[in-house]
């Protein structure tokens, strides 16, 4: 059974959780390139105050930023190899057009997404390139799902401490909020093994 969710749940806590780690990216710079077949997207991205470089190539825009994203991220957050694109949408707000012919409204990419336990997420960017849209999104996606792994890695570290402190409080509380941050993730093979481990 899947249930369908409009964004990832528990941002608040991961993002209590992670603190100064919390990963923002930025889109800086996009160029796409496009032959029969092919397209290349490459992106220059800020890892908060740090500029990267991300290339990839692909059979459309979403699939050439998605090979980016999963080339530059994905070894070290495994969870980004088990989501899956499963609703593509775009749409535009003719009520922001500035001229007659209505070209320059502003458009919505809407991007669904499937984690591994069949969680429905929805990332969304609207402005007046579509283009632009989609690689916001992506990025979205993407720090949606390293943030979620990352947080749930950190609270498995500290609930591994609590216990070697004795400390039931906080294996309990550290525990219950694992339980709430694992649904925003996808489990890769790490967080697999300490579910298991949990019981």
């Known amino acids: 059974m899947t249930v369908q969710t409009h964004e990832p749940p528990h941002q608040e806590l ?3 959780v992670l603190g100064a780690n919390y990963l923002e990216l930025k ?3 996009l ?3 496009e ?3 092919t397209t290349i997207a490459k992106m220059t991205v800020f890892e908060g105050d740090q500029q990267v470089e991300v290339e990839g190539k692909g059979v ?4 050439a930023i998605f090979h980016g994203m999963l080339d ?3 070894r070290e957050y495994q969870s980004l190899k088990t989501i899956q694109l499963t609703g593509f949408h775009v ?3 003719l009520e922001t057009k500035k001229v007659q012919a209505g070209h320059d409204a502003v458009g919505r990419v809407t991007l669904d997404i499937m984690n591994s336990e069949g969680r429905r997420f929805t990332f969304s960017d609207q402005s007046r390139s579509v283009t632009i849209s989609i690689a916001r999104a992506v990025l979205k996606i993407t720090q949606a799902f390293v943030n979620a792994e990352r947080a749930f890695l950190t609270l498995h570290n500290a609930r591994r401490d609590a216990m070697s402190r004795n400390r039931e409080d906080l294996v309990s509380r550290y525990t219950a909020e694992m339980a709430q941050v694992v649904e925003s993730t996808s489990y890769a093979e790490v967080i697999s093994n300490i579910r298991k481990e949990l019981g």
Request: hydrophobic share 40%; net charge neutral; glycine share 14%.
């Open 14 to 16: 991961i993002k209590r």
């Open 27 to 29: 889109l800086g710079r």
């Open 31 to 33: 160029a796409i390139e």
């Open 35 to 37: 032959a029969d077949y």
């Open 60 to 63: 459309g825009v979403v699939d």
């Open 72 to 74: 530059r991220y994905a």
């Open 91 to 93: 749409g535009a707000d």
